[in-house]
């Protein structure tokens, strides 16, 4: 098991900060770069939901208009 210091010079204390912001940078840059990749995915997923709504309008107004053509051939 890791033994603890009793006491922390003034150097080592400027090491662990500057350690630890390292750390923290490449923590946000991870972060950063999940942010993006996520961003994309869900613009391709909308754009994928954008054409199956253009679809389902597309197919409902097809209906429609032969249910509206059945109709007009019984009068």
Do not use: Y
């Amino acid at each position: 098991m890791h033994l603890m210091r009793e006491s922390w010079t003034d150097a080592r204390l400027d090491d662990f900060r500057a350690e630890t912001a390292r750390r923290f940078d490449e923590v946000d840059a991870d972060i950063k770069d999940l942010r993006g990749e996520t961003n994309h995915r869900f613009d391709r997923v909308e754009g994928r939901i954008d054409a199956l709504q253009r679809t389902i309008i597309v197919s409902n107004a097809a209906v429609f208009a032969a249910v509206l053509g059945v109709f007009a051939t019984q009068l």
